[in-house]
């Protein structure tokens, strides 16, 4: 991690120390509308939605040239397209902002973007120094490529345009779009400056030239902004500041870079970008993710994993219940990381599920997604099953049973009390059974790219089926709560029979089935060719309560014999090497990515659960090290080490052996945070109260935590007195007296000083 950069300010910054990382390492800024993301040279996609996942692409490059109007060399503040030998660069990813610094041909600059809370705009701010020893006139140019028109393609028709306007400091566009209904509306992207311009272009063909590149804009090459608009061709947005500095003297500029949707916004806009507010815009950014993060804190002796934790993966889950896996809006994704969300801002948790709540079917029935303007199915089978777990926990955390008689309507219109939307998906799934009473698989569980085994309607998830019985249980966890003795009746009657099911048709002698398809063949079996074992279902037949006495231990003996790599945990084992029709695109995909033999790390961040809940020490400490990006002691990564990945590819990729699938847009970020968290800090809320059953890891001799529960603050502190790990308590300590009741003390406005010693 040294070699490209370090964690600071506690961990809420990460500072990169080179332009040239492995790859790009982004940063993401959002908010309920607007979402962009950025690499330290400033590389990503910026993007509006609207009702019903409706998308407005505003920008897909970003670039802030400096030209030196004396001898005509020209430079970029982000450090890239333009390669120059740049001093002192370096970029800072903050939680909510990013800022990339460097210095070239005697200017030293600093360009920092964020996304404020009230609109759909991002904004720049840039600075330059003239740190030589003679006065400097230079010109400063901002660049976004947009896509708001379209993408450019080749004789393409392009009716919209674009232009100067003088009254704002910047240049608007008129396009036409579909964004807040079915029905098109005009919406103009802009880029406005806080003072008079010196120059400007729209028409890309002008400033970047027909036959140019950002490396070398025809527009630089003849000194600068050439004031073109654009109608009918791509359109760009570019503006230009020409200033003089005396050595030591410096200038700041802001830029406000968006889509107006509707009449006087673009004025509001001009208006509200000044020095004065774009700082206050920034404080409440800042102020806001604080206090929305806060929850609880970690103080591990792993410096590293205390920041990426306190921070940065809590912001990971914020980011996830809100805009999902971003591409398009995940309903499990966001419902799961709601769920995750919970157990360190269940007030936000809740706002976030009851969101998710509106886009589920009346019969119980949940979508994949909402994109484009309407609700996809996709055909998968799992989406309703993460909606029990997540009101559970959600629940668990608030301690308000009564919020569950809150109205919520389904997608047609229809209301329901969350309870009821709760029920109908128990329902739903118990319902739509397949192959031997288990869960249909239908066009995917979990695993989405299992696509092609169910299709049919008669192949079944023993997975499904397991994570049923768990969210079976969480039902059952809130028909108790509010005394619905027939629902609870219903729910174990049901929960009993599922599980003998499972037991009797899913074990496959050392482990568990993983699915049968329309076929009626097994997948993850021992007589299977390839894909004999699949990962979750093991997991999950412990974090269900399904698996029982030998059986529990067998399948993670499994685990370990067939799926444990010195990388992290296989997903399946072995890896399928050509195309299997009655399967997916599973099988497409290289042997060793992804759900292909990968090592996945939002099962992974499971297993690291179920360790815990076996109380096995070393398994944890094993697990978090192979999981986290900046431990190397098993096996190098290659990834950023401040934010979470979805998957490390596996030797079978050759050369690309430990690089990382995507970053950010993962859930392994949520549930790292749940497991570590719940599980491993052992911080266990239940509707009673807060229960404590933790698994250390063996180095952790001393750790502690602070939690806020309910209207109380928890600063709990564990001790080990064993070499090999404990996960016994010996005695709890609440404010200086022991403590036997299985649940803490719970008073408003009340702090808790609590000490746990832990034995083998």
Same mark, same amino acid.
């Given at each position: 991690?040294?070699?490209?950069?370090?964690?600071?300010?506690?961990?809420?910054?990460?500072?990169?120390?080179?332009?040239?990382?492995?790859?790009?390492?982004?940063?993401?800024?959002?908010?309920?509308?607007?979402?962009?993301?950025?690499?330290?040279?400033?590389?990503?996609?910026?993007?509006?939605?609207?009702?019903?996942?409706?998308?407005?692409?505003?920008?897909?490059?970003?670039?802030?040239?400096?030209?030196?109007?004396?001898?005509?060399?020209?430079?970029?503040?982000?450090?890239?397209?333009?390669?120059?030998?740049?001093?002192?660069?370096? &970029?800072?990813?903050?939680?909510?902002?990013?800022?990339?610094?460097?210095?070239?041909?005697?200017?030293?600059?600093?360009?920092?973007?964020?996304?404020?809370?009230?609109?759909?705009?991002?904004?720049?701010?840039?600075?330059?120094? @003239?740190?030589? @020893?003679?006065?400097?006139?230079?010109?400063?140019?901002?660049?976004?490529? %947009?896509?708001?028109?379209?993408?450019?393609?080749?004789?393409?028709?392009?009716?919209?345009?674009?232009?100067?306007?003088? *009254?704002?400091?910047?240049?608007?566009?008129?396009?036409?779009?579909?964004?807040?209904?079915?029905?098109?509306?005009?919406?103009?992207?802009?880029?406005?400056?806080?003072?008079?311009?010196?120059?400007?272009?729209?028409?890309?063909?002008?400033?970047?030239?027909? =036959?140019?590149?950002?490396?070398?804009?025809?527009?630089?090459?003849?000194?600068?902004?050439?004031?073109?608009?654009?109608?009918?061709?791509?359109?760009?947005?570019?503006?230009?500041?020409?200033?003089?500095?005396?050595?030591?003297?410096?200038?700041?500029?802001?830029?406000?870079?968006?889509?107006?949707?509707?009449?006087?916004?673009?004025?509001?806009?001009?208006?509200?970008?000044?020095?004065?507010?774009?700082?206050?815009?920034?404080?409440?950014?800042?102020?806001?993710?604080?206090?929305?993060?806060?929850?609880?804190?970690?103080?591990?002796?792993?410096?590293?994993?205390? &920041?990426?934790?306190?921070?940065?993966?809590?912001?990971?889950?914020?980011?996830?219940?809100?805009?999902?896996?971003?591409?398009?809006? #995940?309903?499990?994704?966001?419902?799961?990381?709601?769920?995750?969300?919970?157990?360190?801002?269940?007030?936000?948790?809740?706002?976030?599920?009851?969101?998710?709540?509106?886009?589920?079917?009346?019969?119980?029935?949940?979508?994949? %997604?909402?994109?484009?303007?309407?609700?996809?199915?996709?055909?998968?089978?799992?989406?309703?099953?993460?909606?029990?777990?997540?009101?559970?926990?959600?629940?668990?955390?608030?301690?308000? +049973?009564?919020?569950? *008689?809150?109205?919520?309507?389904?997608?047609?219109?229809?209301?329901?009390?969350?309870?009821?939307? +709760?029920?109908?998906?128990?329902?739903?799934?118990?319902?739509?059974?397949?192959?031997?009473?288990?869960?249909?698989?239908?066009?995917?569980?979990?695993?989405?790219?299992?696509?092609?085994?169910?299709? !049919?309607?008669?192949?079944?998830?023993?997975?499904?089926?397991?994570?049923?019985?768990?969210?079976?249980?969480?039902?059952?966890?809130?028909?108790?709560?509010?005394?619905?003795?027939?629902?609870?009746?219903?729910?174990?009657?049901?929960?009993?029979?599922?599980?003998?099911?499972?037991?009797?048709?899913?074990?496959?002698?050392? =482990?568990?089935?993983?699915?049968? @398809?329309?076929?009626?063949?097994?997948?993850?079996?021992?007589?299977?060719?390839?894909?004999?074992?699949?990962?979750?279902?093991?997991?999950?037949?412990?974090?269900?309560?399904?698996?029982?006495?030998?059986?529990?231990?067998?399948?993670?003996?499994?685990?370990?014999?067939?799926?444990?790599?010195?990388?992290?945990?296989?997903?399946?084992?072995?890896?399928?090497?050509?195309?299997?029709?009655?399967?997916?695109?599973?099988?497409?995909?290289?042997?060793?990515?992804?759900? @292909?033999?990968?090592?996945?790390?939002?099962?992974?961040?499971?297993?690291?659960?179920?360790?815990?809940?076996?109380?096995?020490?070393?398994?944890?400490?094993? #697990?978090?090290?192979?999981?986290?990006?900046?431990?190397?002691?098993?096996?190098?990564?290659?990834?950023?080490?401040?934010?979470?990945?979805?998957?490390?590819?596996?030797?079978?990729?050759?050369?690309?052996?430990?690089?990382?699938?995507? %970053?950010?847009?993962?859930?392994?970020?949520?549930?790292?945070?749940?497991?570590?968290?719940?599980?491993?800090?052992?911080?266990?809320?239940?509707?009673?109260?807060?229960?404590? !059953?933790?698994?250390?890891?063996?180095?952790?001799?001393?750790?502690?935590?602070?939690?806020?529960?309910? !209207?109380?603050?928890?600063?709990?502190?564990?001790?080990?007195?064993?070499?090999?790990?404990?996960?016994?308590?010996?005695?709890?300590?609440?404010?200086?007296?022991?403590?036997?009741?299985?649940?803490?003390?719970? #008073?408003?406005?009340?702090?808790?000083?609590?000490?746990?010693?832990?034995?083998?």
């Amino acid at each position: 991690m040294k070699e490209y950069g370090y964690f600071r300010n506690q961990g809420s910054e990460f500072v990169i120390t080179t332009p040239n990382t492995p790859r790009h390492w982004y940063n993401y800024l959002y908010n309920d509308s607007y979402i962009t993301f950025t690499s330290q040279v400033g590389y990503g996609e910026s993007l509006i939605q609207g009702h019903l996942g409706r998308r407005i692409l505003l920008a897909d490059s970003r670039q802030v040239y400096i030209l030196d109007t004396e001898s005509s060399q020209y430079w970029t503040a982000n450090g890239l397209p333009v390669k120059k030998e740049y001093q002192d660069f370096s &970029c800072v990813h903050g939680i909510g902002y990013t800022e990339i610094f460097s210095q070239y041909m005697g200017i030293s600059s600093s360009f920092r973007i964020f996304v404020p809370q009230d609109a759909n705009e991002e904004i720049w701010s840039i600075k330059v120094k @003239n740190t030589s @020893n003679r006065i400097r006139t230079i010109k400063v140019i901002p660049y976004a490529k %947009t896509e708001t028109d379209g993408v450019y393609r080749p004789q393409g028709y392009n009716v919209d345009t674009a232009g100067f306007r003088p *009254e704002l400091n910047g240049v608007a566009t008129r396009s036409y779009a579909k964004i807040q209904s079915e029905n098109f509306q005009e919406v103009s992207a802009y880029f406005l400056a806080d003072r008079e311009v010196s120059g400007y272009d729209t028409r890309k063909n002008a400033f970047i030239g027909t =036959y140019g590149n950002e490396q070398e804009p025809d527009a630089l090459a003849m000194g600068g902004c050439t004031g073109s608009c654009c109608i009918g061709e791509k359109i760009c947005l570019a503006l230009e500041h020409t200033v003089t500095l005396k050595p030591g003297e410096e200038a700041q500029f802001h830029y406000a870079l968006g889509v107006a949707l509707a009449s006087g916004e673009l004025e509001e806009a001009a208006r509200r970008n000044n020095a004065r507010t774009v700082e206050q815009r920034l404080m409440d950014v800042r102020e806001q993710y604080a206090a929305q993060e806060k929850g609880v804190t970690i103080r591990t002796p792993d410096e590293s994993l205390n &920041c990426l934790i306190n921070f940065w993966t809590k912001h990971q889950t914020n980011m996830g219940s809100r805009w999902a896996r971003v591409r398009h809006n #995940g309903y499990r994704d966001m419902v799961s990381d709601s769920e995750c969300l919970a157990s360190f801002n269940p007030q936000l948790a809740w706002e976030r599920f009851k969101r998710a709540l509106t886009f589920q079917y009346s019969n119980g029935y949940a979508p994949r %997604t909402w994109l484009d303007g309407e609700i996809r199915d996709n055909n998968f089978a799992d989406c309703a099953v993460w909606i029990p777990m997540a009101a559970a926990s959600i629940i668990e955390e608030l301690g308000d +049973v009564k919020c569950l *008689e809150e109205s919520v309507p389904f997608n047609d219109g229809s209301e329901a009390s969350v309870y009821e939307h +709760v029920k109908r998906a128990v329902d739903f799934l118990w319902d739509f059974r397949g192959i031997h009473g288990l869960v249909k698989l239908w066009g995917g569980d979990w695993n989405d790219m299992m696509n092609q085994a169910g299709l !049919e309607g008669k192949g079944s998830s023993v997975w499904l089926s397991l994570a049923w019985c768990r969210a079976n249980e969480r039902f059952g966890a809130l028909a108790l709560a509010l005394d619905r003795k027939e629902d609870l009746f219903f729910s174990r009657l049901r929960g009993q029979e599922m599980k003998d099911i499972i037991n009797e048709t899913g074990w496959d002698g050392e =482990y568990y089935i993983d699915a049968f @398809n329309d076929q009626g063949e097994p997948l993850g079996s021992m007589s299977c060719r390839e894909g004999k074992i699949y990962l979750i279902p093991q997991l999950w037949a412990v974090l269900a309560q399904v698996a029982e006495g030998e059986r529990k231990q067998k399948i993670m003996d499994a685990v370990d014999k067939y799926l444990e790599t010195d990388l992290g945990t296989l997903v399946s084992w072995p890896a399928y090497h050509s195309y299997v029709d009655t399967i997916g695109q599973m099988t497409q995909k290289p042997a060793g990515v992804h759900e @292909n033999g990968g090592v996945y790390l939002h099962p992974c961040c499971w297993k690291l659960a179920v360790d815990s809940m076996q109380k096995d020490n070393q398994k944890v400490q094993m #697990g978090l090290q192979k999981i986290l990006p900046f431990h190397h002691e098993y096996h190098k990564k290659y990834c950023e080490p401040y934010i979470m990945c979805n998957s490390y590819f596996t030797e079978e990729t050759g050369y690309r052996l430990g690089t990382a699938g995507q %970053t950010w847009r993962s859930a392994t970020g949520a549930w790292l945070t749940k497991a570590l968290f719940q599980y491993v800090l052992g911080l266990k809320a239940e509707i009673p109260g807060l229960r404590l !059953e933790p698994c250390l890891p063996p180095d952790w001799k001393e750790c502690s935590v602070t939690k806020e529960f309910r !209207e109380a603050v928890y600063n709990i502190r564990y001790t080990q007195t064993e070499d090999h790990g404990c996960n016994r308590i010996a005695s709890v300590m609440v404010n200086g007296s022991l403590w036997t009741e299985p649940y803490l003390p719970c #008073g408003s406005g009340m702090v808790y000083e609590v000490d746990v010693r832990l034995v083998k």
